[in-house]
């Protein structure tokens, strides 16, 4: 939860628990043996523990969960997601947190589809390497994608496949293909081939 917290930028939270872990890593016996003894007064009795931690840790110790960490991975993981994806868009998280506190991008409303592709996913790794696939395959074909289009996408991104960047040639703007029976150059202009007749230190490369 410390390293959750840190993470989403919260203060003073991390340090309280990193404060509780110290002493719990410190003490002598089994935690879960002090709360059968003493129960919850006698984990809140330890120092460096407050009285919030001390309820979690009873929570865990009870249960083996902790409902606050599981809400926080899952709002971490949201998260992360809508970055990734923003990010693609070529927006920063800078700019992210800066056009969200002007409202020029609304965050909630990526919340649900983030959520959606995180359950099809299974892990905020999956979403985001689904969310690098889609981007890719799409910016290669100029085309506009949103965090629905990764998950209705979902079953086919093993083969979308971002197009491959070809040399092209080019002569004053226009394009130029090579015949190999005729060992030539032409230029298409004006939809009509023409035979290439400049030197070849004129012919323009491009990546396409």
């Known amino acids: 939860m410390a390293d959750l917290y840190r993470i989403n930028g919260v203060a003073y939270k991390p340090a309280a628990y990193e404060r509780a872990i110290r002493m719990l890593e410190s003490l002598e016996g089994d935690i879960r ?26 929570e865990y110790v009870r249960t083996k969960k ?4 599981e809400e926080l991975k899952e709002k971490t993981a949201l998260r992360e997601i809508i970055t990734t994806f923003f990010r693609s868009k070529g ?25 959606q ?10 979403a985001k390497k689904a969310i690098d696939t889609i981007s890719a395959w799409a910016l290669s074909r100029g085309l506009d994608y949103t965090l629905e289009t990764v998950s209705k996408r979902w ?54």
């Open 33 to 58: 043996e002090l709360y059968k003894k003493k129960g919850l007064k006698g984990i809140q009795a330890l120092s460096g523990i407050g009285e919030r931690t001390a309820i979690k840790i009873e």
């Open 66 to 69: 902790i409902k606050a960490y």
């Open 91 to 115: 927006i920063s998280l800078e700019k992210l947190k800066r056009d969200a506190k002007k409202e020029k991008i609304i965050y909630a409303r990526h919340a649900a589809p983030a959520k």
């Open 117 to 126: 592709l995180l359950e099809l996913a299974g892990s905020a790794m999956n």
């Open 155 to 208: 079953l086919e991104l093993d083969t979308l496949k971002p197009k491959e960047k070809v040399k092209k040639a080019f002569y004053h703007g226009d394009p130029m293909v090579w015949s190999e029976q005729k060992k030539k150059w032409y230029v298409m202009k004006d939809n009509e081939w023409l035979e290439f007749a400049d030197s070849e230190d004129k012919i323009e490369w491009r990546m396409i």
